[in-house]
């Protein structure tokens, strides 16, 4: 990708004014490095000073810390929580070099993040501090306990990464729900197929529904798209939704993929290769494969550098996660010397679906008591479910609902291919 000046106009220009009146909001001047720019790092830290204080790194990589974590820090403050969530480089108000021109590929490499990080906790003077990744971020976390593991007091892994290979697991977990041989779902599966229903379409769509709401809201999915009742909640899944994380193109502060997806295919290999099989989740980022570098290895050798963890760990892991599969946080957890897992019924990221467990864990990790999270998984489950992402099974639902109206007042489309 080459590095041009970015002149996105007044959207861009307005949301950045928005963004720097941010509560709470520091920039970090990150000086120039061998090939790399000096930037403005920005982070944003709340609530009071006093007990260790948390740092949360989201997913992606692409996600904005600004504007789609404003309620959790709100959540994080009635909790008396000294709360810090800093802007990955290359995103939002991390994302421009001091010149104005977008950040360089030699500027994203993990090393890099993770160091960003333990420039944010030198700046603040904070010499440990509860280190919380979700998704993407959990491999930023771990690395931070690899490279600076003086700074870590304790740490939550949230639908934890381990290595490059975990898309094999993810492909496994995909496979036992969507094949057409898997009894629950399978006829509908194949029938959809045979229909001439994408199958990545059809993927990234079931995906979505089971970890908002499991394999009741599935199967009501599955058999209303069949029935060519569905066309408005595929339209939504497959359109609107679809363009969530996989696309180049930035959404202003919100999801800025297209430059920090350099460090994805060069060290994460988001570009991993095809089984040819149907259903096969790593065909997520095949369309953007030639914009970027080939995968040249990753930095660290987590299975082998957990084990020397010293503090704390919990592994968060939802039931339903068919993004980072429940049995990569099993042996995330088995793999750490004081290491704490806890299963519940959730999809992918607390962080993202279910903020106030997470909020919960992080509170039983401060007072000490890591091990409640193991038996907790109760009093997470039992907790409202807020934020834009908790909210997906009443708007899949409702969806559902509006095609099941429509669906007896006008035609019925037969096939799924109708259903585009």
Do not use: C
Not at 2 to 10: E, F, M
Not at 155 to 177: C, F, N, Y
């Amino acid at each position: 990708m080459t590095r041009a000046s970015h002149r996105p106009g007044w959207p861009r220009a307005l949301l950045r004014a928005l963004a720097r009146r941010t509560r709470g909001l520091h920039l970090l001047r990150r000086r120039s490095a061998e090939a790399a720019p000096a930037f403005d790092l920005a982070y944003i830290r709340t609530g009071p000073r006093g007990g260790t204080p948390v740092v949360v790194i989201p997913g992606g990589p692409g996600l904005s810390v600004v504007f789609p974590y404003r309620s959790f820090r709100r959540q994080a403050r009635e909790r008396n929580l000294d709360l810090i969530m800093i802007e990955h480089r290359g995103i939002g108000l991390s994302r421009q070099a001091t010149d104005g021109t977008d950040l360089p590929p030699e500027a994203m490499w993990v090393d890099d993040v993770v160091d960003d990080i333990a420039a944010v906790l030198a700046q603040e003077k904070i010499n440990s501090a509860v280190i919380v990744g979700a998704s993407y971020g959990s491999y930023l976390a771990a690395g931070l306990g690899v490279r600076h593991p003086e700074l870590v007091a304790a740490m939550i892994l949230d639908s934890p990464i381990l290595s490059t290979a975990d898309h094999r697991q993810e492909r496994q977990a995909v496979r036992k729900l969507l094949h057409p041989s898997v009894p629950t779902t399978g006829d509908a599966v194949g029938t959809l197929v045979a229909r001439g229903v994408d199958p990545d379409d059809l993927l990234f769509a079931a995906r979505t529904v089971y970890e908002a709401g499991g394999q009741g809201l599935l199967d009501r999915f599955l058999d209303q798209l069949v029935a060519g009742r569905a066309r408005l909640t595929w339209s939504v899944l497959v359109g609107a939704l679809s363009r969530e994380a996989t696309s180049s193109v930035p959404l202003p502060f919100i999801n800025e993929f297209d430059l920090v997806g350099t460090l994805a295919f060069r060290e994460l290999d988001y570009g991993a290769e095809p089984d040819g099989e149907p259903f096969d989740p790593v065909l997520a980022y095949a369309a953007l494969a030639d914009r970027y570098p080939s995968f040249g290895g990753e930095p660290f050798d987590l299975r082998q550098q957990l084990r020397e963890f010293t503090w704390p760990t919990i592994v968060m892991a939802g039931h339903n996660d068919l993004r980072t599969a429940p049995a990569v946080a099993q042996e995330v957890a088995s793999l750490l010397p004081e290491g704490y897992l806890v299963e519940f019924d959730n999809g992918h990221s607390a962080l993202e679906s279910h903020p106030l467990a997470l909020l919960q864990v992080i509170t039983w990790l401060r007072a000490g008591t890591a091990r409640k999270a193991a038996v907790g998984a109760g009093v997470l489950e039992g907790l409202p479910r807020r934020g834009i992402a908790a909210q997906l099974p009443t708007l899949i639902s409702g969806l559902l609902r509006v095609d099941a109206l429509l669906g007896r007042i006008l035609p019925r489309g037969r096939s799924g291919r109708a259903e585009h």
